[in-house]
């Protein structure tokens, strides 16, 4: 059974820092894309930043270019997103998920789903 369970949301200043952490557990974690996707309340589902294990690229929504960073620790069935100079647009609950293929950064892509951690952003 696939399992991912984010971890690491919570209040913040906008300027400052976060760090995500998704753990997962049943499939090929080095074999899988994963994708961080958030929802704003009243939005729709967004795809942050994504590494797809087809090609090997990295996706970076335009909104979070050059703040976000993703990252993956295939020893430890991980990945992250580390969130620098967060803004209040960037309050939202964060979602890790994962694809046996991940064709492209949007959720109609991926099959598995944590259950999200909330981020604010307070100004």
């Known amino acids: 059974e696939v399992q991912l369970v984010e971890s690491g949301g919570g209040l913040v200043q906008a300027g400052g820092s976060r760090r995500l952490s998704c753990a997962a557990s049943g499939f090929p974690f080095g074999d899988w894309s994963i994708g961080w996707f958030r929802q704003a309340p009243g939005k729709g589902r967004e795809g942050v930043s994504c590494i797809s294990r087809r090609d090997g690229s990295t996706y970076y929504a335009d909104s979070v270019k050059g703040r976000f960073t993703i990252s993956s620790d295939n020893a430890k069935n991980s990945a992250y997103l580390q969130m620098n100079s967060l803004k209040p647009e960037d309050t939202a609950t964060y979602f890790c998920?994962?694809?046996?293929?991940?064709?492209?950064?949007?959720?109609?892509?991926?099959?598995?789903w944590g259950q999200g951690t909330q981020v604010t952003v307070s100004s």
């Open positions: 998920a994962v694809d046996r293929v991940g064709v492209d950064c949007r959720e109609i892509w991926y099959d598995y």
